[in-house]
């Protein structure tokens, strides 16, 4: 009986050691949980979605997600989760990173293990420099800054206001919105910076209306400071005052705004991503999404791990599913996809993202509210570095 | 100088918001001196409700304003009985863990069944934008709550300085075992106080649906707000909790607008000052313990 149970136990093992060898595993360090959670929610349901649509099997290795959550702006539990799965579950890939400071604590890892690391959200420039084995597909703040200080400019705007969360990629947004606005011949008139945990606008935006500006530019992340943001505008009258709300696209989200309500009709933004983008790839993946999801509005972040995925699956294919960390930056360095936001390309030089950004106007579209897109600037490089 | 009015207005308006969920703590803290920190819970639920109550029953805001009370206030009824009462003599150790366990179980069950993201609310036109009176912009919803702020602090002071029901809760309190004897059924007095506080927060939540927004996390992001405006106005005391809330959302308030820089800082040094000048709240009870 006894030797019956160890042979068990042998097979059993021996079976697990024979599974890791088959699958490729991708280790995904997201906020699954906390005021972040539905950036890993819209993180993993993209990823999910691309697996859903393309098959768990690429290059006759099945992929197999593993997910874990660092609960918010945890730079030591991100950390911690990435030494486990690179230690104990042997993964091929780290992914995920809705929140810089978790990116920036896994980089060391990342360079170490020779994992190569996928950035499916986190905006800071910077991120791509900690670890030559680290390449995102999602975007920077920057990237999608510029070009709304130059579309403000062309469109006979001169004085604006600007308003931003008061943390690292706020901080981003500030600067590169005055440079590149003041460069072109612009004034700002104020900067203002709100706390992360802010109850209320209302006296923010009243500072920023008597003011008089022409427009107010406002970066905020997507969620809660957003919404809480643009009650503040339509209960203030900012837009009866004349004074026009510019933004990133984080501020109209596609997961938030239905929340925003009518107020947030010709709020005009710039982002690489919006649900009511017109091509065909975009189409299949909002079909895959409700597949995986059909309660939430997929969003940036949910193109950014479906896009992660599509360079994880590129690669594995490439490989003939021999995963070597070296081989694998090689193959991203450079690499091209059509992603449901437009063409995108790995930056050979930076591993960073090259991407359309989009200049958008909230409308309301078959009884729903969609960023739509009138105007593209093509092949925009992230300008922080 | 007309700056400075439309701030003292924002202000009082926002602290009137406070008063409406705290005012709820204040009572259960004083007078029944159980420590609920899932107070925040109520207001969420209430939050909550209103929402559901729009989206899918189709009821109109105003109207769904009473209903939310009433539902809270029942659904805290069953907490009450089921979990509170067995820990209300209990050392505050216990009573602190089971109400941080309640709010913990409250946030995973929101998260579960609306998911992590803010609701939407819609206002009547009626409440919507701004009102134009002697040269200032007052926003209308703003008028609102300071309006139901008002009315709930009347019928709370008519109701315990003036009622036979208000007489027994201020009896219950002073000296259970007197009033026990006199006749008074403390238990049921205390089950309705706590209903009637809990009833007011969800009713706070729903109003502040619109200022403050709405997601699983409420309960524990507001809940050292609620927790400051009962400490500087003295656990127990309506009046106080008022005036706090109103000090507090007005130096929060102009701190924002004058000095954007400190921004969420002020309310904080304002509560500093406000407990070294009068530690034991603004109108505190001074019971002994």
Redesign the interface.
Known sequence: MKKLMLCGVFALVAGQAFAAADTIKVGVVAEM???F??FG?QMTNGAKAYMKQHGDSVGGRKIELIIKDSTGPAPEVARRLAQELVVKDHVDFLAGFGLTPNAFAVAPIATEAKKPTIIMNAATSAITVKSPYIARVSFTLAQVTEPMAQWAYKSGLRKIYTVVA?YGPGHDAEQTFKKAFTRLGGEVLGE????L????F???V??VK?SKPQAVFVFVPA??LA??FM?AY????LA?AGIKLLSTGDVTDD??I????DSALGVISTHQYSAAHPSPENTAFLAAYRQVDA??RPNFMAVGGYDGMAAIYEVVRQLKGNVDGDKAMQLLKGMKLTSPRGPIQIDAATRDIVQNVYVREVKRVDGKLYNVEFESINAVKDPGK | MLNLFGVLFDGLAYGTLLFLISVGLSITLGLMRFINLAHGVFAMTGGYLLVILMAHAGIGFVAALPIVFCVTALASLVLEHTLYRPVYKRTPLDQVLITVGIVFIAIASANFAFGPGQQPVQLPAALKGQLDAFGLELSRYRLFLMAVGAAITLALVFGLERTRMGAMIRASVDNRRTAQSMGIRVDRVFQITFAIGSGLAGLGGALGVNVLGLDPYFSLKYLVYFLLVVVVGGPGSVIGTLLAALLLGVADTAGKYYVPQLGAFVIYAAMIVLLLLFPHGLLGRRYAR
Do not use: H, W, Y
Request: overall charge negative; proline content about 8%; hydrophobic content about 25%.
């Open positions: 949980s906390g005021t959670a539905d929610l008061d203002l910076r709100v706390p945990k802010n109850p209320e209302g006296p923010f009243q500072r008597d969620g809660e919404v809480g009650k339509e209960e203030r009258g009866k997961a938030v239905d929340a925003l309500g309660k939430t």
